[in-house]
């Protein structure tokens, strides 16, 4: 049975990975929401622009060069009275994208393995609509993540590099320092995220991992 409250609420959902654009809108239009579905920052503008959302839920990392980011400044600055939402798979927004303060501060921002039910976003989409500031939301994370490993916005910006595939002298060429400012560097952040840093261990690989599952927050 529909939600009443939600009943005829347009939202257009972006997000690059198919089997979350899918989930996510299955379960609002079972909440009685009319959903626009986009994979590509472009698209969303689009569907943003052709049916005229009460909100937008966005991803922020496309994989591209445009980013979630960058999506929902634009909405702010042209349609301010759209609620915006971030559904992402990183705590902290630095670790998803290079671009993390265009990024609205009055989004509501969640956490993909936060959500374990759909009533939290439809809350959240709400919250976007009537403009309640997303503070309240980061506080109430970040109580439940008194054991998640924290980095500094610059060693976020290195782990989302490596994520990405950039090799030390990438590393050290887009940072314009050395390769062995970026090796002690390096060293910090495996630190920082309690890596194994054995003769065997490979704290790359360790490091990329626990970004992908989104293990980390940005302090």
Not at 32 to 56: K, Y
Request: glycine content about 6%.
């Amino acid at each position: 049975m529909n939600e009443p409250e939600a009943h005829q609420l347009r939202v257009v959902i972006a997000d690059d990975d198919t089997f979350t654009l899918s989930l996510v809108s299955g379960g609002l239009e079972a909440k009685g929401f009319a959903v626009t579905a986009a994979t590509s920052v472009l698209q969303a503008l689009e569907a943003v622009r052709s049916v005229d959302p009460h909100a937008v839920i966005s991803d922020l990392n496309f994989g591209t060069v445009e980013t979630g980011a960058e999506l929902l400044h634009h909405v702010a600055q042209q349609f301010p009275w759209i609620g915006l939402v971030v559904l992402t798979s990183h705590r902290s927004p630095e670790l998803a994208v290079s671009n993390p303060e265009k990024v609205p501060l009055g989004a509501v921002y969640l956490v993909k393995s936060q959500l374990s039910r759909i009533d939290d976003l439809v809350d959240a989409v709400h919250r976007s609509i009537a403009g309640q500031s997303s503070e309240t939301n980061h506080v109430a994370h970040q109580r439940t993540d008194d054991d998640v490993a924290t980095v500094t916005a610059a060693q976020a910006d290195v782990l989302r590099m490596l994520a990405e595939g950039a090799s030390t002298r990438a590393l050290a060429e887009s940072r314009g320092t050395t390769i062995r400012a970026v090796e002690t560097m390096l060293n910090r952040l495996f630190l920082a995220l309690r890596l194994d840093m054995s003769e065997n261990a490979n704290p790359r690989v360790a490091a990329v991992t626990m970004w992908q599952r989104g293990g980390i927050r940005v302090r």
